[in-house]
């Protein structure tokens, strides 16, 4: 079962935009990720956010964290042509280890 | 250091037949999870093993297994394959079981004919 939901499952916006993907959850959390997957390949992790942090940056990423709305958000700035992937946001919860969302599929035109 | 590396790459095979799938994880990492990848389901977390043992498991029917050797690559064998079990297979390390971030390998794509 997915743990994460993000919005919009699309995104399509021209280079240099800044782009920005939600993420919802269902239950409490240690901490909260963002992966990214480049057409199919390996999911490579972006940014961990712990549930006692409410922003966090890394370079041109920037997570938001509201833990009393069970959601996250990630803002790309200065999109470029190679930010085009696939992103996930994942939490953990118990034994099932990572639980990610279905993901948005974000396409920077350039 | 390198990363974490799966073989085969691509795979195709019939229904009824079975597979191993092979990962090994950066030098020094213990833990080796197993995620399945599909268009429908998504990614679901299928194994986690760490020092020769399964600490975790996920939703997957008996069919799925694995394990874990003393220099820590890993294994997951898929018997009795069905149309279903095609997928992105997807192999993750990590330094300990209790490290929360994963590191991927660029998976094993199956396909069941």
């Known amino acids: 079962s997915q743990q994460g939901e993000e919005d919009p499952q699309a995104l399509s916006i021209q280079e240099g935009e800044n782009a920005t993907m939600n993420c919802s959850y269902k239950t409490s959390i240690n901490n909260l990720q963002w992966y990214r997957q480049n057409s199919g390949r390996g999911l490579v992790h972006l940014i961990l956010?712990?549930?006692?942090?409410r922003e966090k940056h890394s370079g041109r990423l920037r997570v938001t964290l509201d833990t009393s709305k069970k959601s996250s958000s990630l803002l790309i700035t200065a999109s470029r042509a190679a930010d085009t992937a696939s992103y996930f946001c994942?939490?953990?919860?118990?034994?099932?280890?990572?639980?990610f969302g279905q993901g948005t599929r974000l396409t920077i035109n350039p | 250091k390198a990363g974490v590396t799966q073989t085969p790459r691509y795979l195709i095979k019939t229904r009824g037949q079975q597979v191993t799938l092979s990962c090994s994880p950066i030098?020094?990492?213990?833990?080796v999870s197993w995620y399945q990848q599909t268009p429908g389901q998504g990614l679901q977390f299928l194994f986690e093993?760490?020092?020769?043992?399964?600490?975790n498991k996920g939703n997957f029917p008996g069919r799925f297994s694995g394990r874990q050797f003393s220099n820590s690559r890993s294994e997951m064998n898929v018997s009795t394959l069905e149309l279903g079990d095609s997928a992105l297979y997807l192999c993750a390390s990590s330094l300990s079981s209790n490290q929360e971030t994963q590191y991927f390998g660029p998976g094993t794509r199956l396909l069941v004919l």
């Open positions: 994942a939490t953990e919860r118990g034994a099932q280890k990572l639980v």
């Open positions: 956010i712990r549930s006692n942090e």
């Open positions: 030098s020094g990492h213990r833990s």
């Open positions: 093993y760490f020092s020769e043992t399964q600490r």
